[in-house]
């Protein structure tokens, strides 16, 4: 079977992955929060987690890996959005879950196994509070319920820091109902006009990091293999999740991935710097959702990645000529497989790509892009948009070549062969075939003469 080794945040090791289950490999991602459009940053670790999932389903079989993502749907800024729109937040939820699920399918992502949404898990999680409640770990003030955070004596472990730290660092907010200004909201109160549901301790809406403990709970169990997510999200939020969890007395994540963040053009992505975009607004313009991944899959997950117009160019420019190349009938090679085992190493699974297209390894070459959700059976539409002639001028240039071949006169093949090249097109032939490539200075009125 295949060796993987990944590098677990909580004991900063790469380590041999073995499951608790191999029968069924469980992996928590903390999903979106649906107000908006997803921005490129966001898409990172859905790619990132994406590439864990197909590897895991092709190492241990795809009925064999659970993989949840959730959709936290009440949350503030949902509830400003919808206040400022005059719709409701279901409506917001739905559209922008949709919104989510289609631009991340853009970028070749598979679904996850579930995609529990907050709302349908309250009950769930007031369990959970009772049970922290009951335990002394958390406790009641003024319609609140907060997690007593000095209770659990391995917070920050994750991030490496002390609660001493944490409080210096000033990320906490004080308020006069807490027992420490490190305590956070397990449960809050709503008013008449916020979304809230009945609980024990009066009408409210949960925090945000009890979801993430009580799904991960019902969907994958007390213990599970693996938890991701960005490393913007390893204090507070995943600190949040261990201290809730362990203190229900569950083992929780045994192994722990953080991807690093994006950049756009080596400044980090702000709409303050006019940098800002979206998933959405890339596609728009035009960029496939091909090219992002392979711009994101050709830097390895923990280091920062920077999002540039020339690796954009370079991107697309690589694709388009593998497209061409392809060909059925491979199998992926062990070389992506093993690539991937190491810690998620996409930059080494592309460089094997790379050598398929040297060695003119047309179903290597497929095998490799599907392996890596670069593509699905066929050649993306864009990647042949404007070169129908070329597809029809190599398959004229191959049937002149076999009937060459029984007259040995190839004198029309020399012809096409110099005319194409004139038009500045690369001819490639090989005994599978021909293969046609704009190269520099490609110019289709010059193929008008050929047809
Ligand atoms: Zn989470």
Redesign the pocket.
Same mark, same amino acid.
């Given at each position: 079977m295949t060796k993987i080794t990944l590098y677990n945040t909580a004991n900063r090791q790469k380590e041999p992955f073995q499951p608790i289950d191999p029968d069924n490999v469980r992996m928590?991602? %903390? $999903?979106p929060t649906v107000y908006d459009r997803a921005h490129l940053g966001n898409a990172r670790p859905v790619v990132v987690f994406d590439m864990l999932f197909r590897l895991l389903r092709h190492v241990y079989g795809a009925d064999h890996v659970t993989y949840v993502r959730?959709f936290?749907d009440v949350d503030d800024k949902i509830n400003a959005r919808a206040a400022e729109s005059g719709r409701s937040i279901r409506q917001i939820t739905d559209e922008t879950s949709q919104w989510y699920l289609d631009d991340m399918a853009a970028l070749g992502t598979l679904e996850p196994t579930h995609m529990p949404r907050a709302t349908e898990w309250i009950a769930q999680m007031v369990a959970m509070i009772e049970g922290l409640i009951a335990r002394g770990h958390a406790y009641e003030t003024e319609g609140h319920v907060l997690f007593r955070v000095r209770s659990y004596k391995n917070y920050g472990a994750l991030s490496g820091r002390s609660v001493d730290d944490m409080i210096a660092g000033a990320r906490v907010e004080v308020a006069p109902y807490k027992e420490d200004p490190m305590d956070f909201v397990l449960w809050k109160p709503s008013n008449a006009e916020t979304p809230g549901w009945d609980s024990p301790w009066g009408r409210g809406r949960p925090g945000? =990091?009890i #979801? %993430? &403990?009580a799904m &991960?709970y019902e969907l994958l169990g007390e213990t599970f293999d693996i =938890?991701g $997510?960005g490393n913007d999200?390893q204090f507070p939020? =995943?600190e949040n #999740?261990i201290a809730q969890s362990r203190c229900m007395g569950h083992g929780f994540a045994r192994v722990w991935l953080h991807n690093e963040m994006l950049q756009v053009e080596g400044k980090k992505m702000s709409k303050s710097l006019g940098n800002f975009f979206t998933v959405r607004d890339l596609l728009d313009r035009g960029v496939p959702g091909e090219v992002i991944r392979f711009v994101f899959l050709s830097t390895h997950y923990r280091k920062p990645m920077d999002w540039t117009e020339k690796k954009r160019e370079e991107g697309e420019a690589t694709l388009r000529k593998w497209y061409r190349m392809v060909k059925d009938g491979g199998t992926v090679s062990e070389d992506i497989i093993s690539a991937l085992g190491d810690d998620l190493n996409t930059h080494g699974a592309l460089a094997v790509l790379h050598r398929a297209a040297s060695d003119e390894d047309g179903a290597g070459l497929k095998s490799g892009l599907q392996f890596l959700g670069l593509m699905g059976d066929t050649v993306p539409a864009w990647a042949i948009e404007g070169h129908d002639d070329l597809a029809d001028l190599a398959r004229l240039l191959e049937n002149t070549r076999t009937a060459a071949m029984k007259t040995k006169d190839f004198s029309e093949v020399d012809r096409l062969k110099a005319a194409l090249a004139a038009a500045g097109v690369e001819v490639r032939m090989s005994k599978s075939g021909v293969d046609l490539l704009p190269a520099e200075g490609f110019d289709p009125t010059k193929l008008e003469a050929l047809k």
């Amino acid at each position: 079977m295949t060796k993987i080794t990944l590098y677990n945040t909580a004991n900063r090791q790469k380590e041999p992955f073995q499951p608790i289950d191999p029968d069924n490999v469980r992996m928590y991602v %903390c $999903g979106p929060t649906v107000y908006d459009r997803a921005h490129l940053g966001n898409a990172r670790p859905v790619v990132v987690f994406d590439m864990l999932f197909r590897l895991l389903r092709h190492v241990y079989g795809a009925d064999h890996v659970t993989y949840v993502r959730n959709f936290t749907d009440v949350d503030d800024k949902i509830n400003a959005r919808a206040a400022e729109s005059g719709r409701s937040i279901r409506q917001i939820t739905d559209e922008t879950s949709q919104w989510y699920l289609d631009d991340m399918a853009a970028l070749g992502t598979l679904e996850p196994t579930h995609m529990p949404r907050a709302t349908e898990w309250i009950a769930q999680m007031v369990a959970m509070i009772e049970g922290l409640i009951a335990r002394g770990h958390a406790y009641e003030t003024e319609g609140h319920v907060l997690f007593r955070v000095r209770s659990y004596k391995n917070y920050g472990a994750l991030s490496g820091r002390s609660v001493d730290d944490m409080i210096a660092g000033a990320r906490v907010e004080v308020a006069p109902y807490k027992e420490d200004p490190m305590d956070f909201v397990l449960w809050k109160p709503s008013n008449a006009e916020t979304p809230g549901w009945d609980s024990p301790w009066g009408r409210g809406r949960p925090g945000w =990091h009890i #979801e %993430c &403990s009580a799904m &991960s709970y019902e969907l994958l169990g007390e213990t599970f293999d693996i =938890h991701g $997510g960005g490393n913007d999200l390893q204090f507070p939020h =995943h600190e949040n #999740e261990i201290a809730q969890s362990r203190c229900m007395g569950h083992g929780f994540a045994r192994v722990w991935l953080h991807n690093e963040m994006l950049q756009v053009e080596g400044k980090k992505m702000s709409k303050s710097l006019g940098n800002f975009f979206t998933v959405r607004d890339l596609l728009d313009r035009g960029v496939p959702g091909e090219v992002i991944r392979f711009v994101f899959l050709s830097t390895h997950y923990r280091k920062p990645m920077d999002w540039t117009e020339k690796k954009r160019e370079e991107g697309e420019a690589t694709l388009r000529k593998w497209y061409r190349m392809v060909k059925d009938g491979g199998t992926v090679s062990e070389d992506i497989i093993s690539a991937l085992g190491d810690d998620l190493n996409t930059h080494g699974a592309l460089a094997v790509l790379h050598r398929a297209a040297s060695d003119e390894d047309g179903a290597g070459l497929k095998s490799g892009l599907q392996f890596l959700g670069l593509m699905g059976d066929t050649v993306p539409a864009w990647a042949i948009e404007g070169h129908d002639d070329l597809a029809d001028l190599a398959r004229l240039l191959e049937n002149t070549r076999t009937a060459a071949m029984k007259t040995k006169d190839f004198s029309e093949v020399d012809r096409l062969k110099a005319a194409l090249a004139a038009a500045g097109v690369e001819v490639r032939m090989s005994k599978s075939g021909v293969d046609l490539l704009p190269a520099e200075g490609f110019d289709p009125t010059k193929l008008e003469a050929l047809k």
